[in-house]
Nanobody, 124 residues
């Protein structure tokens, strides 16, 4: 398993932007598929976005497509989630997850490594 550490959360007004980062160490991280999930109070962990290993595919949930952008810097072992046009319903704890080859990229149960999460709060 990888040690993942998220950062970049905070409080922002609706319409604003935040950039989350997910950092780890280890030479094999660039080969992993990495995903962002989020969990609102009382809710289930929800898929947000995912990016594959080197040259891998990118997918977004319908609720964030067009507003969020996932990217990675393999030289720094960091995956980013740029969040623009934030809405109050985006308020949640955001988690970074990684796995060498998840069978179902939208399913949190397929990811073996998880970070501790970072809080994102969007005020109206």
């Amino acid at each position: 398993q990888l040690h993942l550490e998220e950062s970049g959360g905070g409080l922002v007004q609706a319409g604003g932007s935040l950039r989350l980062s997910c950092a780890t160490s280890g030479p094999t991280f660039p080969m992993y598929r990495t995903a962002w999930f989020r969990q609102a109070p009382g809710g289930e962990r929800e898929f947000v976005a995912t990016i594959g290993g080197k040259g891998g595919s990118i997918f977004y949930s319908d609720s964030v497509r067009g507003r969020f952008t996932i990217s990675k810097d393999d030289t720094k072992n960091i995956v980013y989630l740029q969040m623009d046009s934030l809405k109050p319903e985006d308020t949640a704890v955001y988690y970074c997850a990684a796995d060498p080859m998840p069978a179902r990229v939208y399913d949190p149960a397929e990811y073996a490594s998880w970070g501790q999460g970072t809080q994102v709060t969007v005020s109206s």
